[in-house]
């Protein structure tokens, strides 16, 4: 007879199912479902679950800042600091959290696919993929060829060589110089320059345009300059006036817009993040560029030409903060896997991580080549180099212009 309270020749002995956190536990810790045995066994339990429950945080939490950012991006003067981050976060954060999704058990099979998605988002928003040389539905069958050098020339010559500093402009042997930061700097005021007399010997033949601190310079038929009226008092000319320069050449049988732009900065690089100046700043720098913003927004709608718009826009964002109009569409150069990056090229104390310099156009114009070239021996960003070619009025189905 059976000795009770053990298991008789007809009785199973009961066996041990663990629940609730400790089978949660047991399934993180060990490959065969098991947590292994040991006297420290349940405070190793515990950090396990915590370290589960951070990762699942830690996505919960960046697929809310992704899904703020789209919205956000442009829209708020606050954001422009989350703007300032590099774009490649948004691939490295994700790479991260898939690194060590393995480590939690009881939630990967369900985490892994929703940041792979995760990935995915962030690589498009930042521009991973092939690079589009050409990146236009316009036709090169044709058409005139124009050679756009887009530059900003960090104050222009102000601490740089000046005979080096024309050598480098003028070996560009460009039809059309899309230049910015045509002015000095002296603690917090912009300062005007005339080099009118020396661009003029160094760039015989070419039309001399000036705009606040924007200078175009052209071999080709100037058409029309548009300039904003501004008062001629103080600092007005850089403040006040447009930060999309506007001028009209003739290209071929053709009138095409060039778009010199400088959009404000965010902000100032070692001002104190914690003092009201920096966000008042930042507020009023968002104000300044959404106007800019609007007002060219606005210019392109109203403009019967084909148009090229380049420059420093001053954000690594594309999307509504930077397409100008609906009907443009954004340039990326050469043909790489690694979004562009054009700042800071220089001798800088940050990496060269952002995308500052853009080229948009309307869908009638081509651009078979684009480059992002030198310039880094004077200034902290990459010069831009395209080959636009501006389909003749009969390959593009527009009426042949009058002069």
């Known amino acids: 007879m059976p000795v009770s309270g053990a298991p008789g020749t007809d009785e199973v002995p ?14 993180a810790l060990s490959p065969g479902g098991s947590a292994a045995e040991g006297p420290g066994e349940a405070p190793r339990a515990r950090r396990w679950c915590r370290g589960t429950r951070l990762l699942v945080g830690a996505t919960a939490t960046w697929t809310l800042l992704l899904g703020l950012h789209v919205l956000l991006a442009g829209n708020w003067w606050l954001w422009l600091l989350v703007e300032a981050v590099p774009p490649l976060t948004l691939v490295a954060v994700p790479l991260l959290l898939l690194a060590v999704t393995p480590l939690a058990r009881p939630v990967r099979r369900w985490l892994a696919p929703v940041l792979v998605l995760l990935l995915l988002a962030g690589a498009h928003l930042s521009g991973f993929g092939p690079g589009r040389p050409g990146g236009s539905t316009g036709t090169t069958a044709g058409g005139t060829e124009v050679k756009v050098f887009a530059w ?3 104050y222009w010559q102000m601490d740089d060589d000046k005979q080096d500093f024309y050598a480098f ?5 460009a039809d059309v110089y ?6 000095y700097w002296e603690g917090d005021e912009p300062v005007r320059i005339d080099d009118t007399a020396r661009l003029r010997k160094e760039f015989p033949g070419y039309h001399v345009s000036v705009e606040g601190e924007l200078l175009t310079l052209s071999r080709l038929p100037v058409v029309a300059e548009h300039h904003r ?3 001629d008092t103080g600092t007005a000319w850089y403040h006040e006036g447009s930060k999309a320069q506007r001028t009209d050449i003739r290209v071929g049988d053709r009138t095409v817009s060039f778009y010199n732009v400088h959009m404000p900065v965010p902000f100032q690089v070692g001002d104190n993040p914690l003092s009201g ?3 008042r700043f930042l507020r009023d720098q968002y104000e300044w560029r959404d106007r800019e913003l609007d007002a060219l927004r606005s210019d392109l709608a109203g403009n019967p030409h084909p148009a090229l718009l380049t420059g420093d826009f001053n954000s690594p964002w594309t999307g509504s903060l930077l397409d100008p109009a609906p009907d443009t569409q954004v340039h990326s150069p050469g043909s790489g896997v690694l979004p562009a990056r054009s700042w800071p090229v220089s001798d800088y104390p940050l990496p060269r991580l952002w995308r500052l310099d853009w080229l948009f156009t309307t869908e009638d ?5 684009y480059r992002f070239g030198g310039g880094g021996g004077f200034s902290d960003h990459a010069a831009q180099e395209i080959r636009l070619v501006v389909p003749d009025p009969t390959a593009s ?3 042949k212009e009058t002069r």
């Not at 114009?365 to 080549?369: E, I, T």
Request: proline content about 10%; overall charge negative; hydrophobic content about 25%.
């Open 178 to 183: 899309l230049l910015q930061e045509y002015l």
């Open 397 to 399: 189905g527009h009426p």
């Open 229 to 231: 009226r501004v008062p």
């Open 14 to 27: 009961a066996t041990h199912e663990p629940t609730g956190a400790e089978g949660d536990t047991e399934s």
């Open 365 to 369: 114009l081509a651009v078979p080549g």
């Open 169 to 173: 402009l003028r070996g560009q042997d």
């Open 152 to 154: 900003s020339t960090d």
């Open 277 to 279: 100046r920096f966000y």
